[in-house]
């Protein structure tokens, strides 16, 4: 993600997801996640500050209106990183969104997991098994990009964005 952003850095800022799980060592609110307690998500889904919001992995995930907004008021277009799900439904309430699925083999993502250091073998077991299923949802999307190499991928999804920057400043469907 930061060498996309990297290549666009007038243009795109990454809005940051809320999520309910723990944070991990090193994280910080605000930077890597908005960490919220179930009650404050709930409370946020309820009042409809969510964008999108899912449930992935036993934990919730959502995109905060605010930080769409905040980013757009700011002359920027929001990257947001997201799974199937969020992915689809934020393209739907964003006018103009580009949707880009980006996979791997399943042997790289048990080995980025594992090298990650993060999750158990039980967690990681889980992830691959929804990492299968969303395969199967490629189809949904405009764009598939594989991530078997660095580089290339984002050579691919660079292009993607150029053409999308060309055409678009997207705005939230009230």
């Known amino acids: 993600m930061r060498a996309l952003l990297d290549r666009f850095p007038d243009e795109l800022r990454l809005a940051v997801s809320a999520t309910t799980r723990d944070r991990r060592p090193g994280e910080t609110n605000g930077v890597e996640y908005w960490f919220l307690t179930e009650a404050g998500y709930e409370q ?3 009042e409809g500050d969510f964008l999108e919001h899912v449930e992935f992995a036993g934990h919730r995930y959502g995109t905060l209106r605010s ?3 905040r ?3 700011e002359g920027h277009c929001a990257v947001l990183e997201l799974e199937i799900e969020g992915a689809l439904l934020a393209r739907d309430a964003l006018e103009g969104a580009v949707a880009i699925f980006v996979t791997a083999p399943l042997e790289v993502l048990e080995r980025r997991l594992r090298a990650r250091a993060t999750e158990s073998t039980g967690e990681i077991q889980e992830r691959l098994a929804i990492a299968r299923g969303q395969l199967e949802q490629a189809g949904e999307f405009e764009h ?3 991530n078997d190499d660095l580089p290339t991928a984002i050579e691919a999804i660079s292009a993607v964005v150029a053409r999308a920057l060309e055409n678009h400043v997207y705005h ?3």
């Open 172 to 174: 939230a469907r009230p």
């Open 44 to 46: 946020q889904v309820q």
């Open 144 to 146: 598939v990009v594989a």
């Open 71 to 73: 980013i757009a008021a």
């Open 67 to 69: 930080e769409v907004d």
